[in-house]
């Protein structure tokens, strides 16, 4: 096509001074920071991998950093599964159906800070939960469930995996919606029983759409912050502290920044692993 | 009589999995609306309020500037919207439509961004925006989100889907390639732009992390940090923390609840397309 030279530069112009700005050159500084002692007051004094070694002996670093894993392994395989469930429950074709969808919907439009505080409520010592586990008969007595290092980590969990649930259900019903009719009719005149419709269509079908939660759900749970922020606020005893909190304190109420900025280079290579994948797969997406 | 049967058993899921999802804000609610002489502690806990009552949300009202967060929430949202569709748009056009040399390391870069959390470049994107004089301004909360790869990527699949005969035959009718963006382009990609208001939107939103950092000045505190610094005023009195957490939901659930088809349609299509 005939265009002016200059012409697709212009329009390209506004976006990549945004992301030049804000996102490429903020990310060589973080590097460049990361291998600096820099407390804002200062000036940045070279400090070579000192940040890093710091890092590798600092108890509370690894703490966090296994709190992060353990976020990875529970969290997400719970969101991976979870919501096939209620996709295929809200693909029923049931009067009111809108209703059930747009409910479930609900806690990924609301934000954190409202799921936090309504949450918290819930898990008051003589609050919902654990009255509704003592008329089931499972507990004995009240578990103060954001105040106790045993389990502080978890109750935050159930709260990320709520939050999300209608987000990745709405994923799979896309994915669902996209299975053609017509393989269940000419599998139904095949013979196929409704297991055999559900194990040879519908899980195969929808492993693209598995393997999208899969890597969207496992880069949200790396940098987890908000929920444990306003719930528990890394307590009690750093139990449920994650590796974005750790920055984020380390960054802005110590102001180690160099500091800081190493833990976060480390948060960068660990989300790298999970981005290249997602890359890949939007790549072949793209040539559709 | 087996489908009746199966249908009654499919409303009965649909409603446990609804009390799941909005049941912590209906007992929200519930303690919002409880009077002052009721005990909220007790044991088993009431879900009814005895004498229900609407003073809670007056009393919070004094002390919770909610109209004040409410329009910080609104501009944020709203110029967060406005550019990231308009920069994305723009960026996406050439992308999908000429060519020009640099054009595949240019996308591919673009792309890359999306590799890099936003929690490793808080620190630089601070400090930046100190020295900018961005710190408490409506502009400091926004600029940092008003390109994203996502938007770019989304935008150029929706371009590149029309016919390259547009582009030709309004050459031909002497347009220049900004009115052929505008008028041509622009109209016809509309479904891919609610898709990007919406979910820009509910991020801008409900972003807690950035204004946290940016902002210290509790006038230009968004819904999200007025309620957080709430929450953390009013320890002893639960009614208020309940009363400001459900007023701050309004808007959001008033949005949601009329604009629903597009919410749950653009996230289908969002997904869909990657």
Known sequence: MRTNKITPYLFLLPGCIILGAFIFYPMLQAIWMSFTDYNMITEPEFVKLDNYKNLFNDELFWKTLMNTFLYLICVVPALVIIPIFLAVLVNQKLRGIAFFRSAYYIPVVTSLVVAGIAWDWVYKENGLLNYMLDILGIISEPIPWLTSTDTALFA??????????????????????????????????????????????????????????????????????????????????????????????????????????????????????FSIINLKFMGKDNTK | MQSFIKKVFLYLLLSVVTLFMIGPFLWLLATALKSGSENIFQYPPKLLPENPTLTNFGKVMDTFPFWRYLWNSVIVATLTVV????????????????????RNTIFILIITTMMIPFQLLMIPVYIISLKLGLQNTYLGMVLPHVTTAFGVFLMRQAFSTLPVELDESARMDGANSFQIWLRVLIPLVKPSIVTLTIFTFVSAWGDFLWPLIIVNDQNMFTLPLGLNMLSGTFTSDWRLIAAGAIISMIPILVIFLSLQRFFIGGAMKGAVKG
Request: glycine share 8%; with cysteine.
């Open chain 2, 83 to 102: 550019l990231n569709v308009l920069f994305c748009s723009l960026a996406a056009y050439p992308l999908a439509r000429m060519r020009f040399k640099g």
């Open chain 1, 156 to 273: 935050v969990m159930v709260v990320t995996v709520w939050k999300g649930l209608g987000y990745y259900m709405i994923i799979y019903l896309a994915g669902l919606q996209s299975i053609p009719s017509n393989l269940y009719e000419a599998a139904q005149i095949d013979g196929a029983n409704w297991w055999q419709q559900v194990t040879r269509i519908t899980i195969p079908m929808l492993m693209p759409f598995v393997l999208i939660v899969s890597i969207m759900s496992s880069i949200a749970a790396m940098k987890v912050f908000e929920e444990i922020y306003v719930m528990t606020g890394g307590g009690p005893l750093h139990s449920s502290e994650t590796l974005v909190f750790y920055i984020y304190t380390e960054a802005f109420d110590r102001l180690n920044m160099g500091y800081a900025s190493a833990a976060g280079v480390i948060l960068f290579l660990l989300t790298l692993v």
